[in-house]
């Protein structure tokens, strides 16, 4: 019911702020169209830049290329030396993002094909039950409704493991096979068990110990020091895990503070400090290397580990393959509706001008309390994160663009962009895939949980940025 109301809110507040700019600002004549047939590459207003408004990174982009884009504009030199600013649709049309939500489903059917062909293998092999004794001690106290050494929750560390890496395309295929053991042992199949609220909270927090692609966007805007963000990311990202496993901790009346679930989380907290401590003696290119050697070996060794567990076993490995990757291609298409419904109320949301209203607000609220306006100037990578991956990037790369990528608003949009997760495409997906309706406090959790890592994001870019 929580989702259905957000949704809903979405779309009725896209639709009034859209109608109010229509009658009430000038040149809007074109918004409805905009927000109808629109693609993300459609300008809707142009004006002339002093030059003194261009950040010198900028005007080092266009002295070797004709155009390039800052966020939400493209920028031009003319012939006479001045700067032309074209302001862009800041998402799809609901035509376009439909095309969009269906084109990601057909791109995740091969990953999941792939994943869930291997995880058929590793099932018949007994490798999931292996890792469910392993795990199970920690589980079994986090998870108290699920029956010991069940299969969900080998593909629970399958996934935690995948976000740990940073190994995204792995995690959602894990992800989804571990909300439908779950949803075998859920006794009302249209809403969300316990297990299910807390496996996915915790996946939402995205605790990642190689932010690698934030690196790399800041690397390729030439920053000095691109990986000066590893340890607030890190730090952001585990804190928002913490924050949502204590929320549904207290929503499910879990005791916390059981010797098992602190020695856990005492390790992972000594095994995050010691890759701290590694990490922050490579450079840049060396992290780079270390981390897509660490994410990509790890994806072959569990390949080759579940083929030599099938043969062990003496099963028919591609057999089990085929079998699991039928199952991939099935879920993959079941989420369409699901995706195709947030993201166009989020496409709504955005080229509406609300998100914006609600931008501007907080930018003059801090004016008017006397705050550091320079947070506002990284806040809308952390608003966008939740509702879009795709315009959280480029949120950052905008910030980085006008203010630097070594600025304090360049750091701190970057280390809002790897403290939170996707939440609204996560509840789409992982919901979707097992047909669950009333999602109860799962997005609620997961927002207060972005919000502690928001709140440490700026503590942490305080303390090592100034």
Not at 242 to 271: D, E, K
Not at 360 to 369: A, C, P
């Amino acid at each position: 019911m929580a989702l259905s109301r957000i949704w809903t809110a979405f779309i009725i507040i896209a639709l009034l702020v859209a109608a109010g700019k229509f009658l009430l600002e000038p040149g809007q004549q074109q918004l409805f169209s905009h927000l109808v047939t629109g693609k993300n590459t459609d300008t809707t207003a142009a004006r002339t830049l002093d030059s003194s408004m261009v950040p010198a990174l900028v005007q080092e982009q266009l002295a070797v290329q004709k155009v390039t884009v800052m966020g939400k504009e493209k920028l031009y030199k003319t012939t006479d030396g001045t700067y032309r600013a074209y302001k862009l649709l800041p998402a799809n049309g609901i035509f376009e993002t439909c095309k969009d939500a269906v084109n990601l489903c057909i791109a995740l059917i091969g990953i999941m094909a792939l994943f869930m062909g291997f995880m058929n293998i590793a099932e018949r092999a007994g490798g999931i039950r292996f890792l469910s004794r392993i795990i199970g001690p920690f589980f079994s106290r986090i998870f108290p409704d699920v029956p010991k050494n069940h299969p969900s929750m080998g593909h629970m560390v399958m996934n935690f493991s995948a976000n740990l890496m940073g190994l995204d395309n792995a995690a959602t295929p894990f992800g989804i096979k571990a909300m439908e053991s779950l949803q075998e042992i859920n006794p009302d199949k249209t809403r969300a068990s316990n297990p299910q609220l807390m496996f996915l909270c915790l996946h939402a927090s995205g605790l990642t110990l190689i932010p690698t692609v934030i690196i790399a966007d800041r690397v390729a805007m030439k920053s000095a020091h691109p990986t000066d963000i590893f340890i607030p990311c890190m730090i952001a990202t585990f804190v928002a895990t913490i924050a949502a496993l204590l929320i549904v901790a207290w929503r499910q009346r879990i005791n916390i503070f059981q010797s098992v679930i602190l020695l856990w989380i005492l390790g992972i907290s000594t095994v995050i400090a010691a890759l701290v401590l590694y990490v922050k003696t490579l450079d840049a290119e060396t992290m780079k290397l270390f981390s897509g050697s660490l994410s990509n070996g790890i994806i072959l060794l569990i390949f080759l580990l579940i083929v030599l567990g099938g043969i062990y076993k003496k099963i028919n490995i591609f057999d089990a393959f085929i079998e699991g990757a039928k199952g991939g291609f099935e879920t993959a298409v079941r989420i369409i509706p699901y995706l195709v419904g947030l993201l166009v109320a989020i496409s709504l949301l955005r080229n509406s001008g609300a998100f914006e209203f609600v931008l501007d607000g907080i930018k003059h609220l801090f004016v008017l309390l006397g705050g550091d306006t320079r947070v506002v100037d990284g806040l809308p990578t952390a608003l966008l994160k939740p509702l879009s991956g795709s315009g959280a990037r480029a949120m950052m790369i905008d910030t980085l663009n006008a203010h630097g990528p070594d600025s304090f608003a360049g750091n701190l949009a970057s280390v809002f962009r790897g403290s939170a997760d996707t939440t609204f495409y996560i509840i789409a997906v992982y919901f979707g895939a097992v047909n669950i309706k009333n999602s109860r406090y799962a997005v609620g959790t997961m927002l207060l949980a972005d919000l502690a890592g928001i709140i440490t994001a700026i503590t942490m870019a305080y303390i090592f940025f100034g």
